[in-house]
T-cell receptor
Framework: DTAVSQTPKYLVTQMGNDKSIKCEQN?????MYWYKQDSKKFLKIMFS???????INETVPNRFSPKSPDKAHLNLHINSLELGDSAVYFC??????????????FGPGTRLTVL | KQEVTQIPAALSVPEGENLVLNCSFT??????LQWFRQDPGKGLTSLLL?????REQTSGRLNASLDKSSGRSTLYIAASQPGDSATYLC???????????FGKGTRLSVIA
């Protein structure tokens, strides 16, 4: 009965490869997010989707492409991986943003290591 | 641009002590403020959410306050326990279609 799940939990890959991280939520939320937590533990938003539509796209290289096949899923595809992409990536979900009660629920994270 | 600062960066206390974690933010036009807990190697767990119209929220031994005009929030933990050891993150949801902005967190260690 996991609320927000991510796969894989760990991902080790070589520079230049293309990889995907999957995220699913079973909370009935209509908004999903991807965050990046760097080596200094600083957590920063990357993307946000509401009802399968992109609503927030922070300054992220276009090698990162989110895909939302439906409201419950938001996958992150990364092309031409670079050393600096090594981080922990968190998926989260909530009800519609801009409401005072939009608590965000986070997945367990995917630790990406680029060699 | 909203900026969130948390002080101290790390804190170590003996079991049983009451403690306060601080969060400050630069833009007082916010929708809400959330406190999260992150355990090593794990995701974030929401502890408390304070709406902009509220001054505090309580859950068990936790009490979070919000002073929007001064751009400050505190998380008070009563009778701390070793199980409270974690990193505590403050995050602010500003007005408009903007994302949550996180502080860098306070790493708490409660020593038995």
């Amino acid at each position: 009965d996991t609320a927000v799940s991510q796969t894989p939990k760990y991902l080790v890959t070589q520079m230049g490869n293309d990889k995907s991280i999957k995220c699913e939520q079973n909370l009935g939320h209509d908004t999903m997010y991807w965050y990046k937590q760097d080596s200094k533990k600083f957590l920063k938003i990357m993307f946000s989707y509401n009802n399968k539509e992109l609503i927030i796209n922070e300054t992220v290289p276009n090698r990162f492409s989110p895909k939302s096949p439906d409201k419950a899923h938001l996958n992150l595809h990364i092309n031409s991986l670079e050393l600096g992409d090594s981080a922990v990536y968190f998926c989260a979900s909530s009800f519609e943003p801009l409401r005072g009660t939009d608590t965000q629920y986070f997945g367990p994270g995917t630790r990406l290591t680029v060699l | 641009k909203q900026e969130v600062t948390q002080i101290p960066a790390a804190l170590s206390v003996p079991e049983g002590e009451n403690l306060v974690l601080n969060c400050s933010f630069t833009d007082s036009a916010i929708y809400n403020l959330q406190w999260f807990r992150q355990d090593p190697g794990k995701g974030l767990t929401s502890l408390l959410l304070i709406q902009s119209s509220q001054r505090e929220q309580t859950s068990g031994r936790l009490n979070a306050s919000l002073d929007k005009s001064s751009g400050r929030s505190t998380l008070y933990i009563a009778a701390s326990q070793p199980g409270d050891s974690a990193t505590y993150l403050c995050a602010v949801h500003s007005s408009g279609n903007t994302p949550l902005v996180f502080g860098k967190g306070t790493r708490l260690s409660v020593i038995a």
